[in-house]
């Protein structure tokens, strides 16, 4: 009997994804209490977790998972569809999201109103809700639905920060994220218009009938053009160092390696499931555009990121940079590159999370982001700055860390591809990590911090926790490679077509 | 214990080592001695267990784990290595010694984190003489650059940090730039980056692809320390003496230009060298680094700076060797990594022990020293002569075989350009022992009541030290043959 409610409950594991976080959001507005909001906060997120850790087990043994909502069989209803892909993605996010949620208490009792907590963690699920959403659906008309559930709850999310600046950053990415999404829903549209459908496996099965006729192209174009706003693509970026900076320091960590990364997800599903990459990389050529614009990226953000003195403007900065290595990835259109690109996304969030949270410690102890005020960190709170230096190592791509893993495959990738220059660049632009990561360290461990300043503790071990969780993951996984590569390398194998 | 334990076993104990010290930190005594015990563990289970194997012909393996697909991190034991870790270990317990002496006796400060980090760096250094393959190299050649940092940065002063810049920027930035790139430029080219007898590129890289890779490799390993990417070595002097005389006299700087030979010995193999002549012009580059680098040391008034270039020139001596691409001159080159390394981490400790005897670190003010530290002095002596390369010193038989080696591979000029640095060594070392010996002592300028009366021989544990290794050279020239015969297993195994 239990067993066959576990079973009903596993196979309805995709559309509790959504479902769960959507609901306990709404459960969320009406608590008064900040502390019982983030419990069960705590619960959804963690449990969200397990599932995406089941999903994600299950797919890799069973092949992809096909969910019907309401029973209404795909095309005609809608339906959730879980390759390797989005799986990755899933668990990704996932975990983000919970240890994220973790460390954020303290950070929030010093950020936000007391009673505005437990509308903080209402919209923490519902962006939640979206993020999960966009990645486990199969129907483009309901990625662009959650897409907005997302948005606007990180708009929302952003504009909580405690200077005014936020608000002005919110409505700044309010307005780029509103044009992202209106060319999101027009590609969407059109490519509705000619293949009559809004399922993604049925489209692409259309497309390829169809071929690639004007409308189609514009279509590609349109989506492409929405994604690179919402995933912040040079030039397309001019939202998110703003953004990072003035929000609250555990939404930064939290939509800086989840948002993005799902607006990653979305852009390669959209060029190799449904268009399908010789469609959008020969017909197109979009690998011509994207290469040049990574590559700028990754020195303009770089570059950047050398000169800013508020530390989470600087890795915000280093953010729009290290977007330019995923979309190098997926410009190099072959299975190495593809893989170089996803595994990074995993890798990415890993390190970023992992800064930000550093960050949002440093400023719950320090009550400032600025370089300055990282003098004699090094001595007053030795593990956070620990952590800082084992993710920043992995930033720059030093082996044995999740960024050397990345760096591998792209630079791999590059000359298998015959472009010994690229390959070049990937590696000069890591040097430009060291510089801007070993400005902070050289003060943290070598400034003496003023006579007048006051005596700090350590970080709280509630925040400490999820930091070494993160930064232990940045080595685990640069170790042991086998479950981000590993799924990463055939999920772009899946999507090129190419045989195991 | 099996021989293949033993080398996981050797990469380990300095790890071990650092959590004692870490645990006795409250307790000088304590923590010293728990680094004693560490480096003489080491050195029994490197020379007792493992070099008796290596030397009956085995080639102990140990494989940890496959971090991607075709990358391992695996240790396998050869000559080469087996004798660059006898070096590093041996020398730490040494250095041990002199570190007690010299901390102690210049009051420095924060000295848990400096033994912690030397512990790492050894660790370090015998990852990269163990590698069985490019990867697991650059993985410990990563760990020594990062290990060392605050080893260099040890004061914490304006000028450790600008030092500390220079060193992190430019042995970072060739590792990442060049190595990096190389590494996965061989594992596309040969499926692999196994070292193995003969070299693995043979018929999978060709013509001006060579050259290019050849460069890659022996710039990208900015320990090695070839012109233009010497700036790191003298910059690092600002660390304290033991660190200069172990790391950047032994085990950094070794470790960097055994990457070059091993990997011109084991990736490129001799025979592809020498049939394409790939490495024609690294010779060239070599030998412009020795001369100017001589030329540069007879500049510089700063003996740790003096020794600093000295050492730069030195260490091309090996990348010579292997650049020449014959079996003498790996052979000699191999050999010159031991002989080198006990003649200058002789002549470092010494001046370590000016510096804490006589607060003296300018070569100008060092006359008549020689009577008032006449064991400082002497073993300076037994130091520099072997490193100039004079018999009865070690140092005179890996010259000659290296100059045996440019016969071989029909490269005459090049003999001439290390007969020429002979002479500057000369020109460079001497006037330090002669000044000490043969000059009279400043008379009381007025400034200082007693000038000369302060001044006596360092602690005894900073003397004692030196005075063993320049021993070491003399014993060296005895012993050569074993080296010899050790090193030979490389070439014809």
Redesign the interface.
């Known amino acids: 009997m239990s067993g066959q409610l576990l079973d009903h409950l596993a196979n309805n594991l995709p559309a509790l994804q959504i479902a769960v976080p959507l609901l306990s959001a709404a459960v969320c507005m009406v608590l008064r209490r900040g502390r019982t909001a983030w419990v069960l906060a705590m619960l959804v997120a963690w449990s969200s977790f397990a599932s995406a850790c089941v999903i994600f087990n299950r797919v890799v043994q069973h092949g992809a998972i096909s969910y019907a909502e309401g029973g209404w069989r795909a095309p005609w209803g809608i339906e959730l569809r879980i390759d390797l892909l989005n799986a990755l993605v899933l668990l990704v996010v996932t975990a983000i999201c919970a240890i994220v949620l973790t460390a954020s208490p303290r950070s929030l009792d010093q950020e936000i109103w007391q009673e505005n907590h437990s509308k903080f963690y209402a919209l923490y699920l519902l962006c939640m809700t979206g993020l999960a959403g966009m990645t486990v659906t199969g129907d483009a008309f309901n990625i662009f639905v959650f897409l907005e559930i997302s948005s606007l709850s990180s708009y929302a999310l952003i504009a909580q920060g405690t200077t005014r600046r936020a608000l002005t950053s919110s409505i700044q990415y309010l307005v780029m994220g509103t044009i992202g999404g209106t060319f999101i829903l027009l590609g969407i549209g059109m490519i509705y218009m000619v293949t009559g459908t809004l399922n993604i496996a049925d489209m692409a099965v259309q497309l390829a009938a169809v071929g690639p006729n004007r409308t189609v192209l514009v279509a590609l174009a349109f989506i492409c053009i929405g994604t690179g706003i919402k995933l912040a693509v040079f030039p397309l970026h001019i939202w998110l160092p703003n953004a990072y900076t003035y929000a609250p320091a555990i939404v930064t960590a939290f939509l800086a390696a989840t948002s993005t990364k799902v607006a990653y997800y979305v852009l390669v599903r959209f060029l190799f499931s449904i268009f399908g990459a010789p469609l959008a990389f020969g017909a197109l050529r979009l690998d011509a555009v994207l290469m040049p614009l990574a590559i700028a990226a990754m020195f303009a953000g770089s570059f950047v990121a050398i000169f800013q003195d508020n530390i989470k403007r600087m890795l915000a900065y280093s953010s729009i940079a290290q977007i330019g290595y995923m979309v190098l990835g997926l410009s190099l259109v072959s299975v190495t590159g593809l893989t170089g690109g996803l595994v990074h996304l995993f890798n990415h969030a890993l390190m970023k999370s992992g800064l930000f949270l550093v960050m949002a410690a440093v400023l719950l102890r320090t009550g400032s982001v600025r370089l300055e005020a990282m003098a004699g960190l090094g001595r007053r709170m030795p593990w956070t700055m620990a952590a800082f230096v084992v993710a920043g190592?992995s930033m720059?791509?030093?082996?044995?860390t999740v960024g050397f893993?990345s760096?591998?495959y792209l630079?791999?990738g590059a000359?298998?591809a015959g472009l010994w220059p690229v390959?070049?660049l990937i590696?000069?632009s890591?040097?430009l990590a060291?510089i801007y990561i070993?400005r902070v360290v050289?003060v943290a461990y070598?400034r003496q911090p003023p006579d007048d300043a006051p005596e700090i503790e350590e970080a709280p071990f509630s925040m400490l926790g999820p930091i070494w969780v993160l930064a232990g993951a940045t080595v685990f996984f640069?170790?042991?490679?086998s479950l981000s590569?590993g799924a990463a390398s055939a999920a772009a194998r899946m999507l090129l077509g190419v045989g195991q | 214990m099996s021989v293949q334990s033993a080398v996981g076993l050797a990469v380990l104990l300095p790890l071990a080592g650092i959590f004692l010290i870490g645990l006795f930190g409250r307790w000088p005594n304590l923590r010293e001695t728990a680094t004693l015990v560490t480096g003489f563990s080491l050195f029994t289970v490197i020379a007792g267990v493992i070099l008796p194997a290596v030397q009956a012909g085995a080639r102990p393996r140990l494989d940890l784990?496959e971090?991607?697909p075709g990358?391992d991190l695996a240790f396998e034991v050869e000559p080469l290595g087996m004798l660059f870790a006898l070096v590093a270990s041996g020398l730490w317990i040494v250095t041990t010694l002199y570190s007690i002496g010299y901390m102690r006796g210049h009051h420095e400060e924060n000295q848990t984190r400096f033994y912690i980090c030397f512990a790492l760096a050894i660790s370090g250094a015998l990852g990269v003489a163990f590698a069985a393959n490019v990867?697991t190299l650059?993985?410990f050649y990563?760990a020594i650059t990062?290990s060392t940092y605050p080893l260099v940065?040890h004061h914490?002063t304006e000028a450790?940090?600008k030092a500390?810049?220079v060193y992190?920027?430019i042995l970072?930035?060739t590792s990442?730039?060049f190595f990096?790139?190389a590494l996965?430029?061989t594992?596309?080219a040969a499926g692999t980056t196994e070292f193995r007898p003969g070299g693995i590129l043979a018929g999978r890289v060709e013509g001006w692809h060579l050259v290019v890779l050849l460069a890659l490799y022996a710039f990208g390993t900015g320990k090695a320390a070839l012109m233009p990417f010497h700036r790191w070595l003298p910059a690092a002097m600002v660390a304290p003496t033991p660190v200069s005389a172990l790391l950047h006299a032994v085990a950094v700087v070794k470790a960097g230009v055994f990457t070059v030979l091993k990997i011109i010995v084991y990736i490129f193999g001799i025979d592809l060298l020498t049939t394409t002549g790939a490495s024609r012009w690294l010779t060239w580059v070599a030998a412009f680094t020795i001369l100017a680098a001589s030329i540069i040391a007879l500049t510089k008034d700063n003996l740790k700076a003096r020794l600093a270039y000295s050492t730069v020139s030195q260490l091309s001596y090996i990348v010579l060797g292997g650049a020449l691409a014959t079996s003498a001159g790996v052979v000699g080159g191999g050999m010159h990594i031991a002989m080198h390394a006990m003649g200058k981490i002789t002549l470092f400790f010494c001046a370590g022990a000016i510096m804490v005897g006589a607060h003296k670190t300018e070569i100008s003010e060092m006359d008549g020293l020689g009577r008032r530290m006449p064991f400082t002095f002497l073993a300076f002596l037994l130091g520099s002569l072997s490193v100039i390369g004079l018999p009865p010193m070690g140092g005179s038989w890996s010259k000659w075989y290296l100059i045996l080696g440019t016969v071989e591979a029909d490269q005459l000029a090049m003999m001439g350009v290390l007969m020429v640095s002979s002479l500057l060594s000369i020109g460079y070392l001497m006037p330090v022992v002669g000044r000490a010996f043969f000059r009279p002592l400043p008379e009381d300028d007025g400034h200082d009541h007693n000038p000369a009366g302060g001044i006596h021989e360092a602690p005894f544990l900073c003397v004692l030290p030196p005075v063993l290794t320049g021993i070491g050279c003399v014993v060296a020239f005895f012993y050569a043959e074993n080296i010899y015969e050790l090193l030979m297993g490389i070439v014809a195994p």
């Open positions: 190592l720059i791509g030093v082996p044995l893993v760096k591998w630079v791999m000359i298998q390959a070049v590696l000069l890591s040097l060291l070993w050289e070598f640069g170790i042991f490679t590569v | 784990l971090v991607l990358l990867f650059f993985v990563e990062l940065t914490g450790a940090k500390g810049r992190l920027g970072m930035g990442i730039v990096l790139f996965v430029w594992y596309l």
